[in-house]
């Protein structure tokens, strides 16, 4: 089976524009959690959706949000882009609420 | 709060020394989860291990083990006979079951030739 996909790999923006990060859960897994890790620190907690509706959201700006569609992927939208958000996102799916595996992520730079 | 402390930011040992990782967690719930991952160079976090709070019984698997201590809210990971495909950043996390995980810092291992 296909692990969690994630895209694009690389990505590079400028300050102030738009980013949309996606993401494709394991088949049958119907929850997805997003995550901010910068350099040299653990991942943070963003979004953690379930059956389409978000069920957590981490102590981010609300130029974060995400939503997950009908097949169980997820978009993460990040607005107003600041230097700050350089980090690797990544996605996790869960068929319940345990553990979660992890995608390759998807690596953001702000210029 | 839900916290997750992984005090020794980097390990380097020589190849078939004995390692262990530490990990001490903080958390009001009775019942939570704990989780060991991997993340090699290449940025993937790779699922090791998950444990709840009402199995403290530890685990074996190959070279790796692990201590769960509820007294020392503790929950330690070794590697037997390290070998160079074991370096990597390890993160243990926390779960209380509702929202994401709580990551610790991570500890980078080097395990040298």
């Known amino acids: 089976d296909a692990g969690v996909t994630q895209s694009p790999t690389h990505l590079i923006k400028t300050r102030g524009q738009h980013v949309t990060l996606r993401c494709s859960p394991i088949?049958?897994?119907?929850?997805v959690s997003w995550y901010q890790q910068v350099l040299g620190q653990g991942p943070q907690f963003i979004f953690q959706?379930?059956?389409?509706?978000?069920?957590g959201r981490g102590n981010f700006p609300d130029r974060f949000s995400a939503r997950q569609f009908p097949n169980y992927s997820s978009e993460l939208n990040v607005n107003a882009l600041l230097l700050g958000d350089s980090a690797l996102y990544l996605c996790?799916?869960?068929?319940?609420?345990?553990?979660?595996?992890f995608g390759p992520g998807t690596r953001l730079t702000v210029t | 709060a839900q916290k997750v402390t992984q005090a020794q930011t980097e390990i380097s040992v020589v190849e078939k020394e004995d390692v262990t990782l530490d990990c001490v967690y903080e958390?009001?719930?009775?019942?939570?989860?704990l989780f060991w991952y991997k993340q090699p160079p290449s940025g993937e976090l790779v699922f090791l291990i998950r444990?709840?709070?009402?199995?403290?019984q530890n685990e074996i698997s190959g070279r790796y083990s692990w201590n769960f201590q509820k007294s020392t809210s503790s929950f330690n990971f070794t590697i037997t006979a390290s070998q160079v495909v074991d370096s990597a950043v390890y993160f243990c996390a926390l779960s209380e079951g509702r929202w994401g995980l709580v990551f610790g810092q991570g500890t980078r291992l080097t395990i040298n030739p």
């Open positions: 444990r709840n709070s009402f199995d403290e």
């Open positions: 088949s049958g897994h119907k929850s």
């Open positions: 958390t009001r719930d009775t019942t939570y989860y």
């Open positions: 996790a799916s869960t068929k319940g609420t345990y553990e979660q595996y």
């Open positions: 959706y379930y059956e389409k509706e978000e069920r």
